[in-house]
């Protein structure tokens, strides 16, 4: 894909103080688009790509919103056409993840979760494709994950919004196609942020890449390309896909130890 694929492209990325949706949003910058990174808590972050945006020529602007508001999301959308100009993709990869024991979880937690992952999501897109008919075109990828393919115990809420996200991709696709707006889904896998360091006083990266059968594991720069592509005229013909990005996690039979694939 050409270094300037999303020359003058208008886009807002949620999620983009920290970890994958910062990234996404530096890449989406270095390909020549103009970015509004919104962020929920993590305003340092978020400050900083843009400082880091505009020190090389670019256009950005950091907007904070909370995400599990309807009245929120809506305004993040205007907020961010109005400093573009106009909007033209939409990456929705603002989350939440948590883990909890099915049988201890609370209506305020499922409805967190729910609220951000999954309404969060679509009333976002549903604010920015008012500006994309506007513009007679448009590209949303929204954040999933693959445990919206496969289950691990404790993630009993928070797989249900990505797999919803997986099966909301696919049906807003072919909706919205005839429109000219493309929409496609990111499902990473186990992925280098820095929350895990935050979260598991135990984490390894080196050990994580034992278990995934391209022997490493992901970067935030691995799941930031794949989202440029599926925002660029590059992937002009995929409506309704969830790409993985995993590393193979997903394709490993679960009876299979890692070793199998060496």
Known sequence: MAANALQDKLALVTGAGTGIGREVALEFARQGAQVVLHYANSKEGAQSAV????????????????????????????????????????????????????????????????????????????????????RGQGAIVNMTSVHGFAGMPGHSVYAGTKGAIIAWTRELGIELAPKQIRVNAV??????????????TDYDVKEGGKVIPLGRV???????????????????????????????????????SPQVVE
């Open 187 to 200: 499902a990473p896998g186990w992925i280098e942020v820095p929350n895990h360091y935050i979260k598991y």
């Open 51 to 134: 400082a880091e945006i505009t020190a090389a020529g670019g256009k950005a602007l950091a907007i904070q919103a909370d995400l599990g508001q309807v009245s929120e999301c809506l305004r993040l959308v205007d907020a961010a056409a109005h400093f573009l100009g106009g909007l033209e993709i939409l990456v929705n990869n603002s989350g939440i993840t948590e883990t909890w024991d099915f049988t201890a979880v609370s209506a305020e937690q499922f409805d967190k979760l729910y609220n951000v992952n999954i309404r969060g999501q679509f009333f976002c897109a549903q604010r920015a494709v008012k500006y994309m008919l506007a």
């Open 218 to 256: 992901g970067s935030p720069l691995d799941v930031a390309k794949v989202c440029a592509f599926l925002a660029s005229d590059a992937a002009a013909f995929v409506v309704g896909a969830t790409l993985l990005v995993d590393g193979g996690t997903v394709a490993l039979m679960s009876l299979a």
